[in-house]
């Protein structure tokens, strides 16, 4: 038992640590996230139904009464990732990370105005103040990205659909009763479904493959797909096979090897100065977390 959860701490932080960069090298070679979103869905609930007919795993059978269930935070979910797509297409993996650090503040007025909850504690007022000044300060030292409208639009966007996502979306999905791999396919079976109405919304054409036809093209998509098939697993069952206390340490350990490797590999970072405020920012959500 000790065993399997390693190898889910494991799974989780390989790919909680490079899904976002996978992404962001995706999208620079191929620009068209929703295109990108859908293979993605489409790959992750293919895998499992050829997994699941050849009896490699175990997922459940579509039924209507939890697809209606499971719909609204399906579109939710969807939203939540369309919308991490083009703020990572037009932005970096550490905006990105700063702007998930502050969904805490946001969450936590949700729950104290809409859901009732008491007000935060001591600890936890400071913990948002420590959230509130890292994001402030990555922001006075990136000014060039997060004065860009394009990048405010999504990024308030993608926060808002947080919010959301974890005050009411994950009482949703806790309520249906699924096989691990039957989370898997629900979600990215449905969501796929999502893309076309998305794709008219936004305005992107339906299916843009132009470009697939290179090989190093293919291979970032690929790698992003593959990550998300990952993540989609190994974030639900190590949620499951550990405490609220360890998973928690265990996403944020992520992020930071995220801004980490973000740094190697490439030039596609915020400027030096900007990253000890966005490592203020991730401690405090660490910290708020801990807390609460």
């Not at 490699?56 to 969807?78: E, I, W």
Request: aromatic share 12%; hydrophobic share 55%.
């Amino acid at each position: 038992m000790v065993g399997y959860a390693c190898f889910l701490a494991t799974g989780y932080s390989l790919n909680s640590a490079t899904m976002a960069i996978a992404n962001k090298w995706a999208l620079t070679k191929f620009p068209h996230s929703g295109t990108l979103t859908c293979l993605q869905f489409g790959f992750s609930a293919g895998m499992v139904l050829l997994l699941k007919c050849c009896r490699v795993l175990d997922a459940d059978a579509l039924q209507l009464t939890k697809v209606k269930q499971f719909a609204p935070a399906v579109v939710m979910f969807y939203i939540s990732i369309a919308c991490n797509m083009r703020l990572l297409a037009r932005a970096t993996v550490d905006t990105f990370i700063v702007i998930r650090s502050v969904a805490p503040i946001l969450t936590q007025v949700g729950e104290v105005f809409l859901l009732g909850a008491d007000w935060p504690n001591r600890d936890a007022w400071l913990a948002l103040l420590i959230i509130s000044m890292g994001a402030l300060g990555f922001a006075h030292n990136n000014l060039s990205q997060m004065s860009d409208p394009v990048v405010l639009f999504w990024a308030s966007t993608y926060l808002l659909c947080i919010t959301a996502d974890m005050l009411i979306v994950k009482r949703v999905i806790t309520a249906i009763k699924l096989k691990p791999w039957g989370y898997v396919y629900y979600n990215n079976l449905l969501a796929l479904c999502v893309y076309p109405f998305w794709s008219l919304l936004t305005g992107e054409e339906i299916g843009r493959t132009d470009g697939l036809d290179d090989s190093t093209v293919m291979v970032a998509v690929a790698t992003s797909c593959v990550l998300g098939l990952g993540i989609s697993f190994f974030g639900l069952n190590t949620r499951l096979a550990l405490s609220a206390t360890a998973f928690t340490v265990l996403g944020a350990a992520c992020k930071f090897l995220s801004i980490f490797l973000n740094m190697a590999v490439w030039h596609h970072h915020a400027p030096h100065p900007a990253l000890p405020w966005l490592l203020l920012a991730l401690s405090g959500s660490l910290f708020y977390q801990r807390v609460t």
